[in-house]
C-alpha cells in the first residue's frame, strides 16, 4: 500500500509500505544469529580469549533480534522498539563480540551470567515485554479511504525547520563554547551567573528546539522533491560536524546524520544506503580524529572551545597530527585512543554500579530523579531551583576520575539500578517499554504520515534511545518540554489534507498508479535505498 496525499502545495507521494514475509523475517533473526556465533567462534579460534562470554553475547543477541520476527514492517509499529534494541545492543553486546575476537573479554567473572549481565538481560526484556503489551493495546485502527489526516504546509515546514535550526544552532554553539567554556564546574557557575536566569532559560530554549529544526528540515528532505532540499541539509550536517569538533561534543557532530538516517528509514519504510554510508564513514574516519583531538590538543595542550572555533583549520591540522602520532604507538598504552565500540560501550558502569551499590555505595532511592517533578518550572520562576549533574555524581561516589568535574554516564539501565536494584529493573524498565509501545503503536508512519508523528517518534528515540548514556532525568525532562513544543506546533501549523486511500495499488514517484503485485510479489525485498 502507498498512499497518495494531496496537499494545495503538491503531490507527494509516500513509500510508506515495504512488506516483510515470514519466510524473510525468519531468515533475517536466523541469519543475524547464525553470523554472530560464527564469528564468536572465529574469534575464538583465533585469539583463544581466556574470558569469552559467549552464552551471554547470544542471549543478548537473540533477545535484541526477536522483534524482527514481528516486523511485517520497517517503519511499523515495531520501527522504534527495533531502534531501541540496536542501541541497546552497541551499548551492551557488541563490545564483547569485538573484544573476543581481540582476544579479550572485559567481563572478570567465570559464571555464565554475571550479575551485571542478567541486569542487562533483564532489563532489555523489561522494555520488549512492555513494549509487546503497549502495541496490543494502543494498536490504532486501519485507515480507509478518505481518510482525513494533519499535516503541515511544504512552505511552515521549511521556514519553521530553518528558523529553529538557525536559532538553536546559534544558541548551542555559544553556550557550549562560550559558557561551558573549559567544562569544569567553575567556569560553568561563573559563566551562569553573568548570564542571569532569564538568559539561561533562553540559552535552554534554543538547545530544546534546535534538533526539532533538524527532524522538520529532514522530513521536508526525504518527502518532498524539490531541487533546493539536498544542498540545504548536506549544509545543515557540515554546520553540525563543525560545531561539535569546535565544542568537542562527538554525538553534537552525529547529530543531523542519525536523525536524518531514521527520518529516511521511518518516512520510505527502508534504509538510506547512502546516509548510512556517511555515518559508517565518519565513525571509522572521523570518530577517531576526534578522540586524538579531545585526549591531545583539548587535554595535552590545553586548546579551549573558543580558540578551536577561531581557529579551526589550524586546529584541525593538530588534531589530525595528533591522531597520526596516537596510531604510530606515540605515547604508549596511555595515549591509546579508544574505537567507537569502545566508547559506545556502556556495559562497564553497569557491572561496577551492580558490584558496589548496596555494599560500598547506597542505593540512591529515587534521589537522582528528582528533577522529572520539576521538568516544566524554569529557572527563572524558581531560582533555587536545584540542578543535578549526575554524571560527576556518579563519578564523585565511585571514585573514577581524578577530578570531581569529569561526567562518566551510568547508562540509563545502571541509573535504574542504582536508585532501586533490582526492583526497579524488574519494574521501570517494563513500564519504559510500555510507554514506548504507546508511541510506536500511535506514530507510525503509515497509512498516515504527519510531521508531528514524525517528531514525536525521533524525539522520543533521541531521550530514551540514542541519548541512553545520559542521566535519565536530563533526557526525560527535554522529552517532555519537546512535547509540549511539538504540541503547539501541532496546533498552530497542522492542518487538514485528504489521503485518497488505494488499498490495491501504488504510486510511483511520477504519481502514476502501478498495481500492488510490483511491490508485494518479491519474496525478499530489497531494504536498502
Request: charged share 15%.
Amino acid at each position: 500500500m502507498m498512499d497518495s496525499v494531496t496537499t494545495a502545495d503538491s503531490k507527494i507521494s509516500v513509500s510508506s509500505e515495504v512488506q516483510l514475509s515470514p519466510a524473510l523475517r525468519m531468515a533475517l533473526f536466523v541469519g543475524i544469529n547464525v553470523t554472530v556465533l560464527m564469528t564468536l567462534v572465529v574469534g575464538v579460534g583465533m585469539s583463544s580469549p581466556t574470558n569469552p562470554r559467549l552464552i551471554y553475547v547470544m542471549m543478548i543477541t537473540a533477545l535484541c533480534t526477536a522483534p524482527i520476527l514481528r516486523l511485517e514492517r520497517i517503519n511499523g509499529p515495531y520501527f522504534l522498539l527495533m531502534t531501541y534494541l540496536g542501541f541497546f545492543y552497541i551499548f551492551f553486546g557488541f563490545g564483547d563480540v569485538m573484544s573476543t575476537l581481540g582476544g579479550a573479554t572485559p567481563e572478570t567473572s567465570q559464571g555464565i551470567l554475571s550479575a551485571a549481565e542478567a541486569v542487562i538481560l533483564a532489563s532489555g526484556a523489561g522494555i520488549v515485554l512492555g513494549y509487546y503489551a503497549a502495541v496490543r493495546w494502543a494498536r490504532p485502527k486501519a485507515a480507509t479511504a478518505g481518510t482525513v489526516n494533519k499535516d503541515w504546509a511544504f512552505p511552515a515546514i521549511v521556514l519553521v525547520g530553518l528558523l529553529f535550526w538557525l536559532v538553536g544552532t546559534a544558541g548551542m554553539a555559544y553556550w557550549q563554547i562560550h559558557v561551558i567554556g573549559d567544562r569544569t564546574n567553575v567556569t560553568l557557575l561563573k559563566n551562569l551567573n553573568a548570564l542571569g536566569q532569564g538568559l539561561t532559560t533562553m540559552f535552554m530554549l534554543g538547545q530544546l528546539i534546535q534538533p526539532l529544526g533538524i527532524i522538520i528540515l529532514a522530513y521536508a528532505y526525504t518527502t518532498y522533491r524539490r531541487s533546493f532540499l539536498l544542498p540545504m541539509i548536506i549544509a545543515v550536517v557540515f554546520v553540525q560536524v563543525v560545531l561539535g569538533f569546535a565544542a568537542d561534543y562527538k554525538s553534537e557532530a552525529m547529530s543531523a546524520g542519525i536523525l536524518l538516517v531514521i527520518t529516511k528509514t521511518y518516512v520510505d519504510g527502508k534504509v538510506p544506503k547512502s546516509w548510512l554510508v556517511f555515518v559508517a564513514l565518519f565513525v571509522v574516519l572521523v570518530f577517531p580524529v576526534f578522540q586524538a583531538y579531545r585526549l591531545q590538543v583539548r587535554g595535552e595542550q590545553g586548546v579551549s572551545s573558543a580558540a578551536a572555533a577561531q581557529d579551526l583549520l589550524g586546529t584541525l591540522g593538530k588534531a589530525i597530527n595528533a591522531q597520526a602520532k596516537v596510531k604510530s604507538g606515540f605515547g604508549g598504552a596511555e595515549y591509546r585512543v579508544k574505537s567507537a565500540w569502545e566508547r559506545a560501550s556502556l556495559k562497564s558502569s553497569v557491572e561496577l554500579i551492580v558490584e558496589k551499590t548496596g555494599r560500598d555505595s547506597p542505593y540512591q532511592m529515587g534521589a537522582t530523579l528528582t528533577p522529572i517533578l520539576t521538568g516544566f518550572i524554569p529557572k527563572i520562576v524558581w531560582s533555587t531551583k536545584e540542578s543535578l549533574a549526575v554524571g560527576q555524581i556518579f563519578n564523585k561516589t565511585f571514585h573514577l576520575a581524578v577530578t570531581d568535574d569529569v561526567y562518566i554516564s551510568p547508562s540509563h539501565v545502571g541509573e535504574i539500578y542504582w536508585n532501586f536494584g533490582w526492583a526497579g529493573t524488574l519494574l521501570l524498565m517494563p513500564a519504559t517499554g510500555f510507554l514506548l509501545g504507546i508511541i510506536g503503536a500511535r506514530c507510525i508512519a503509515y497509512p498516515r504520515l504527519s510531521l508531528t508523528r514524525l517528531m514525536v517518534m525521533i524525539v522520543t528515540i533521541v531521550a530514551f534511545v540514542v541519548r541512553a548514556e545520559g542521566s535519565i532525568a536530563t533526557e526525560y525532562v527535554v522529552w517532555m518540554r519537546s512535547m509540549a513544543v511539538i504540541g503547539l506546533l501541532h496546533l498552530v501549523f497542522a492542518r487538514r489534507v485528504h489521503i485518497r486511500g488505494v488499498d490495491s495499488s501504488t504510486v510511483n514517484p511520477k504519481g502514476a498508479r502501478l498495481p500492488s503485485s510490483v511491490v508485494t510479489t518479491a519474496r525478499y525485498p530489497n531494504l536498502l535505498r
